[in-house]
């Protein structure tokens, strides 16, 4: 039995899918707690994980052996909570009690949900990428507007990259470069922490898709009004399959097997003199813009990955 966490119309499940051949079944975590039950015995009672399903079917956790953790989405809570102190209770019992159910589970995660918290982590990327031998960017994650400025003036020449943590779809921040009307704000970093870069100078971008002790590597080499962000350029970009040098692909493997991840999306940067630059891996990025043009059979990894419950780095 296979589970896969996402939604409905998610076109990346959609796409694997069609290459599972064990029974499986797609939640939605949105549906707690007002459409999906949990059940959860222990002690006297028993000791079995279940899930009670929008459609009344009963799903026995523990015959599931692998698990795609591929996009959670937030709760719907009952709208007769209101906004107060009630409906914070309730999100906070939901909350524990589905990650609760999650570490209880046996098998093979795809990926597994405190190896995936982890490995968001931007600070945690840069760090442990550095210590395995990869290069990185020099980089500064400050609220400090002091420190901001000293990081800033030393790149001046070759240029630094303003980035944020996490985009939310409340308030978007682009990654751009930090030019003079960023300069006259810095001191707004003392509000919130920001990841400042050097720029690194662009010969071609590379997205590698790592699936469970495969890797396939994807190159966009994209036109120049997308030198800091390649992702708004897709459409137009040249891609080509792209073959990682050993040393550099060894790193991504250590990388991989040290955050515990079965899946991740990891960009490289590579320069015009050949240097290949870590930027940063994404525990459940997208493939498909890399897959459907090059080719690489993407989706038939990760479905084969859950098929016979996982791989190894």
Not at 215 to 234: C, H, I, K, N, W
């Amino acid at each position: 039995m296979i589970l896969i966490l996402s939604f409905a119309d998610n076109t990346h499940v959609e796409r694997v899918l069609e290459h599972l051949h064990s029974p499986v079944d797609v939640i939605d975590v949105a549906d707690f707690p007002q459409r999906l039950g949990i059940l959860a015995y222990a002690g006297a009672s028993g000791d079995s994980l279940w899930l009670t399903l929008p459609d009344g079917r009963r799903l026995a956790l523990d015959e599931v052996r692998s698990v795609w953790n591929r996009r959670l989405r937030p709760f719907d809570l009952d709208p007769a909570l209101g906004d107060g102190t009630e409906r914070l209770f309730a999100w906070s019992e939901t909350q524990e009690a589905v990650q609760g159910l999650w570490y209880a589970m046996d098998g093979f995660w795809m990926n597994d949900p405190l190896a995936d918290e982890r490995a968001q982590r931007k600070l945690a990327q840069h760090r442990l990428a550095h210590r395995l031998g990869l290069e990185i960017p020099d980089t500064l994650i400050t609220n400090r507007p002091e420190a901001a400025a000293e990081f800033v003036g030393r790149h001046l020449e070759g240029g630094v990259v303003r980035k944020a943590f996490r985009n939310i779809v409340e308030a978007p921040r682009e990654t751009l470069k930090v030019g003079e009307a960023e300069i006259a704000q810095l001191d707004a970093v003392r509000l919130a922490p920001v990841i400042f870069q050097e720029y690194i100078p662009l010969a071609l971008d590379i997205r590698v898709t790592a699936v469970a002790g495969e890797m396939f590597a994807t190159a966009f080499e994209s036109e120049p009004q997308y030198e800091v962000d390649y992702r708004g350029g897709v459409g137009s970009a040249r891609v080509f399959a792209y073959t990682l040098p050993t040393e550099v692909e060894a790193g991504l493997r250590a990388l991989m097997k040290a955050f515990g991840l079965a899946y991740g999306a990891i960009d490289l940067r590579v320069t015009p003199q050949g240097r290949h630059v870590f930027l940063e891996v994404n525990p459940a990025g997208e493939y498909l813009f890399a897959s459907e043009r090059t080719g690489q059979p993407i989706p038939q990894a990760i479905a084969a990955a859950l098929e016979r419950g996982g791989g190894e780095w």
